[in-house]
């Protein structure tokens, strides 16, 4: 009903590249949430005003949670070095619902793993979880064995049906996937992967 609406921004996407400076400045790895391939362009645009005043392509700066991507923003992200964190359950929580209220062709796009691996991007999985609550039977299940099942299968809590059959992951890439790909995302494939 709203066409025009594009979420929100917390805080205001002009004052982050200050602050990403900043941070950089210091050292350290940026990571943003980003929901929404609207999200994703007001972040790399952020990330893009970083670039112009230091080089952030061999720093590993990462979209967490990057769960709708347009294909526009591969070759942006492979550019500027930038890793992407995901979370296969959203798909296996919200898969269904999103279907329902998007569409199959909206939905091929929804944590498209394979796709940003295709692109030539290092991707990672994980939950988001943050209590320690059951690892299956939580909000945010963070089960990784579910988040590969995921992965490999498409397919969402309430349903059977395969989403977007060609998304699906091989089991070594599934594997890579949570192991080795999440080590280099943080610096840490000399010692974990």
């Not at 609207?38 to 769960?67: E, G, P």
């Amino acid at each position: 009903s709203e066409p025009a609406y594009r979420g929100w921004i917390a805080p205001e996407a002009d004052s982050l590249p200050a602050f990403f400076i900043q941070a950089t400045q210091r050292g350290w790895q940026i990571s943003a949430d980003c929901s929404g391939d609207a999200a994703l362009d007001q972040l790399l645009n952020c990330y893009q005003k970083v670039q112009f005043q230091t080089d952030i392509r061999q720093r590993r700066f990462l979209v967490s949670r990057s769960d709708f991507q347009a294909a526009e923003d591969y070759e942006r992200c492979r550019e500027l070095g930038i890793g992407i964190e995901t979370r296969p359950t959203q798909l296996y929580c919200d898969g269904s619902s999103l279907l329902k209220n998007l569409g199959q062709l909206r939905l091929a796009h929804f944590v498209a793993i394979k796709n940003c691996m295709n692109a030539g991007l290092l991707v990672g999985g994980g939950s988001g979880h943050v209590a320690g609550l059951d690892s299956l039977d939580a909000i945010n299940p963070w089960n990784p064995w579910l988040g590969m099942w995921i992965t490999l299968s498409r397919r969402t809590a309430l349903n059977a049906e395969i989403y977007s059959k060609e998304a699906q992951l091989t089991r070594e890439q599934a594997v890579e996937f949570y192991t080795i790909n999440n080590a280099r995302l943080h610096f840490e494939e000399g010692n974990k992967g």
